[in-house]
């Protein structure tokens, strides 16, 4: 990109994730990392402004800092196949602009699990996957993963008997993963803290 007025800064945006092509699962964090610089006889010129638009629709415009920016664009992206740019302008006017491609693939998971009740003996813990591919569900209870169950259907209600746990409170954990094109992906977290006696 570039444009602007007749100002001498030269601006700089370089992509610091290493690449501009994602494929996530919906719901995923996605951190694009850049770099901003703007400069005018080598001196910097102050903060610019940073516009980030997906499949031609103006989603974010902020103030940016000059060096290394992390956006999460998680929340701005729709199912599918999704175009984003990054344009950082300068106080003089003058811009650069990032594009990237994100596929969005839809996986995640619900549950209508009760944490709110305490458990004795082992706890059946039931939800329902989504999303029209091969998914590993992973369980894990205090950060140790106790199961990994590979399912294929979509929105059809899966169960799994947690062990009896210890008295106290414990950690539960659920996700899934799945792989696309060569490219891992990672489903949104359920947690809960299970009270169990």
Do not use: W
Not at 48 to 54: A, E, M, P, R, Y
Not at 55 to 83: A, I, R
Not at 96 to 117: P, R
């Amino acid at each position: 990109g570039g444009g602007g007025s007749d100002s001498s800064s030269v601006v700089k945006l370089t992509n610091q994730n290493g690449t501009a092509t994602f494929t996530i699962a919906s719901g995923a964090v996605l951190n694009l990392m850049f770099n901003f610089t703007s400069t005018e006889e080598d001196i910097a010129t102050g903060n610019g402004t940073c516009q980030i638009t997906v499949n031609g629709t103006v989603k974010s415009t902020f103030s940016v800092e000059q060096g290394l920016t992390t956006v999460d664009v998680s929340k701005m992206l729709s199912s599918g196949s999704n175009t984003v740019r990054i344009k950082c302008t300068d106080v003089y006017g003058n811009y650069k602009t990032l594009i990237y491609t994100i596929s969005v693939i839809e996986m995640y998971i619900t549950s209508t699990f009760d944490a709110t009740v305490p458990y004795t003996g082992p706890i059946t813990f039931k939800y329902i996957p989504f999303g029209s591919l091969e998914k590993t569900i992973h369980i894990l209870v205090d950060g140790t993963e106790i199961n990994t169950t590979v399912v294929t259907n979509s929105g059809k209600q899966e169960t799994y008997i947690i062990p009896a746990q210890t008295h106290g409170v414990h950690k539960l954990e659920v996700y899934a993963t799945a792989t696309m094109d060569e490219t891992p992906m990672e489903s949104e977290h359920l947690i809960y803290d299970v009270i169990c006696l």
